[in-house]
T-cell receptor
Framework: KAGVTQTPRYLIKTRGQQVTLSCSPISGHRSVSWYQQTPGQGLQFLFE???????NKGNFPGRFSGRQFSNSRSEMNVSTLELGDSALYLC????????????FGSGTRLTVV | AQSVTQLDSQVPVFEEAPVELRCNYS??????LFWYVQYPNQGLQLLLKYLSGSTLVKGINGFEAEFNKSQTSFHLRKPSVHISDTAEYFC?????????????FGSGTRLQVQP
């Protein structure tokens, strides 16, 4: 079956702009999480959505937001981009409790200039 | 809250030698444990996970890990590495309760397999 699909793979934006990243989970997975990966801070949890509801949120400013649609696809948005937002953004989806575990996409590499 | 410590930032090893990547965690609640691998310019691939049951967990590509609750460790091992195992490896934990499923990652261990 198809894996987790993230689009776009690469993105270059200017400071002050906003950006929207997309994630399509594995078919049947209802939980989608987002992570930020940077060389300095490592992998950090942004938020998790389950059945269109934000279930958990990490310690990021309000400029970072997300949503999930009825087909479980998710988007995350970053407004007023800062240079420090340059990172690899990873999306992960998870299935049932019995086989719990997150499958990650290839990520979106965001560069803010 | 949980925290994960990967004790080695880099581990150089020769091809066909055994390797152990160390992971210790801290948590006030029960946790699930995971090891992920990341190849350059790619996302994370799940190697193995411990949810419950046997403390020795076998994963893909010949890797295995042992959950030691008393030492709060989950070390990853492979008896004989290949050049293709060169990558970054991340240990992660998440709480077992519903709704608290964020993964907390360690800082990663770069495995460098030399011919």
């Amino acid at each position: 079956k198809a894996g987790v699909t993230q689009t776009p793979r690469y993105l270059i934006k200017t400071r002050g702009q906003q950006v929207t990243l997309s994630c399509s989970p594995i078919s049947g997975h209802r939980s989608v999480s987002w992570y930020q990966q940077t060389p300095g801070q490592g992998l950090q949890f942004l938020f998790e959505y389950f059945s269109e509801t934000q279930r958990n949120k990490g310690n990021f400013p309000g400029r970072f937001s997300g949503r999930q649609f009825s087909n479980s696809r998710s988007e995350m948005n970053v407004s007023t981009l800062e240079l420090g937002d340059s990172a690899l953004y990873l999306c992960a989806s998870s299935g049932t409790e019995k086989n719990y575990g997150y499958t990650f996409g290839s990520g979106t590499r965001l560069t803010v200039v | 809250a949980q925290s994960v410590t990967q004790l080695d930032s880099q581990v150089p090893v020769f091809e066909e030698a055994p390797v152990e990547l160390r992971c210790n965690y801290s948590s006030s609640v029960s946790v699930y444990l995971f090891w992920y691998v990341q190849y350059p310019n790619q996302g994370l691939q799940l190697l193995l996970k411990y949810l419950s049951g046997s403390t020795l967990v076998k994963g893909i590509n010949g890797f295995e890990a042992e959950f030691n609750k008393s030492q709060t460790s989950f070390h990853l091992r492979k008896p004989s590495v290949h050049i293709s195992d060169t990558a970054e490896y991340f240990c992660a934990v998440s709480a077992t309760g519903t709704g608290r499923r964020a993964l907390t990652f360690g800082s990663g261990t770069r495995l460098q397999v030399q011919p």
